[in-house]
């Protein structure tokens, strides 16, 4: 251009392209499921408890596959996919169920799906069975239990770590609660039949989520696969079919809740802050972030059941009552607390101890508004550990019904003291 040219105006910057998937959406699909979640939890119709149950997968879908990382899409199809497979044998079962109720005098000879009515009538015990699996299947996809769980590593490293604490802190307990009230109460015949195998899966859960667990280099994978550890807890101590071992159960799941959660959360805002969740990219956080270190080790000790943690009492509780039935079971199951230790403790000294690392340095400690999102989990954590009562008096009451209900007591634990007593006052040997 000529020098005597006036000089062209600068360009108008250009506008910032709106991202396809707004925050607000984000925001929305989480209420959404949220209320799909509590709709789960308190349906007292068994069709509606089905409609709940197949919604829910919606929202987490979009979180997943829209605002996940590394193979969201292929993750988000997988456990859309899982689910539904499950959702369409429970449908069955459900739609049985409905036929059976026409047919049965307790609810007047008219097809029913209210629970309260459902429980009463009388199947024989080859339906009983078939009816279990359909239901069972489905929640065993659903919480996960070994050999179900494969999309729950996926999806929890895809997701965004929001989501992340939702799907393995609440939406996966929609599985072992299912289990406990219409597996249990539908099908009590079913649900004994079939103890021995859900036994055997549970403890291989057990050993199989640990160990693989240990060699996880990602963050998130290494959790997913230690829920799916503490998930072979849970069922064990539901059909252990002992009070102990079902109200250890119960509490396990609001523990598992409260411990993975704050793990997830944590582990977020390590994400953010360093924009991966690979372990070894870590190093010497704990000199640079102590407080957000100290938060994530107590964390990481609830998830192998540290006393003095709310989940020792759960984990406890379900050995004790496995114990009193299944005895080589809850001793194959014990090594699950010593690879707990070996996957937990490892993982912190890697992330968290040793030289810090030239990209750690300048990484901010716990902002007030992180901390608090993630100290009234680690607060409950302590306080239920050090004072359970007010809890499992919340969830004893219900135990002894779900007991009566399947027509199960304790096992009478043998007395050798009473029975040399008995065989003196008869005047025989003991």
């Not at 109720?101 to 429980?119: C, I, K, N, P, Y």
């Not at 523990?255 to 977020?268: C, D, E, S």
Request: aromatic share 12%; glycine share 10%.
């Amino acid at each position: 251009p000529s020098p005597t040219a006036p000089a062209a105006a600068p360009a108008a910057p250009a506008a910032t392209p709106r991202p396809r998937h707004s925050v607000e959406t984000y925001f929305s699909l989480m209420l959404v499921l949220e209320t799909m979640m509590i709709g789960v939890f308190a349906a007292t119709d068994v069709f509606l408890f089905y409609v709940f149950f197949e919604a829910m997968l919606i929202p987490m879908y979009f979180m997943i596959g829209s605002y996940g990382g590394g193979r969201r899409q292929y993750a988000a199809v997988k456990f859309l996919l899982y689910s539904l497979f499950g959702g369409l044998l429970m449908l069955v079962a459900v739609i049985a169920l409905y036929v059976y109720s026409a047919g049965s005098a307790a609810t007047g000879h008219h097809g029913t799906f209210l629970f309260s009515e459902l429980v009463h009538v009388a199947l024989s015990p080859t339906v009983q069975k078939w009816l279990f699996l359909g239901f069972f299947i489905a929640f065993a996809i659903k919480a996960p239990l070994w050999p179900f769980h494969t999309w729950l590593p996926d999806a929890a490293a895809a997701a965004p770590p929001g989501a992340a604490v939702l799907l393995v802190g609440v939406l996966d307990k929609v599985g072992t609660f299912g289990m406990l009230r219409y597996c249990f109460e539908l099908f009590p015949s079913g649900a004994k039949y079939f103890t021995p195998l859900v036994i055997t899966l549970s403890v291989i859960g057990i050993l199989y989520g640990a160990i693989v667990a240990i060699g996880q280099q990602s963050m998130k994978r290494l959790i997913a696969y230690t829920s799916v550890s503490h998930f072979g807890f849970i069922a064990l101590g539901i059909f252990a079919m002992t009070s102990q071992g079902v109200s250890g159960a119960t509490f396990y799941m609001v523990n598992h809740g409260f411990a993975t959660g704050a793990l997830f959360i944590l582990a977020g805002f390590l994400i953010a802050r360093r924009g991966t969740d690979r372990i070894a990219d870590y190093g010497g956080v704990q000199s640079v972030a102590p407080v957000l270190a100290g938060l994530f080790l107590v964390s990481g000790l609830a998830m192998l059941s540290l006393p003095g943690l709310s989940t020792f009492v759960s984990e406890f509780l379900v050995l004790i009552g496995t114990f009193s039935r299944y005895k080589v079971a809850a001793v194959i199951a014990t090594a699950g607390i010593i690879l707990a230790a070996i996957y937990v403790l490892w993982m912190y000294q890697r992330a968290m101890n040793g030289p810090v690392r030239d990209e750690v340095k300048g990484m901010p400690d716990l902002r007030p508004r992180e901390l608090l999102a993630v100290a009234p989990l680690v607060v409950l954590l302590i306080g239920a550990g050090v004072y359970p009562k007010p809890v499992l008096d919340i969830i004893n009451p219900a135990v002894r019904v779900t007991m009566t209900q399947v027509h199960t007591t304790d096992p009478k634990p043998a007395h050798p003291a009473s029975n040399t007593l008995t065989a003196v006052q008869k005047g025989t040997s003991p």
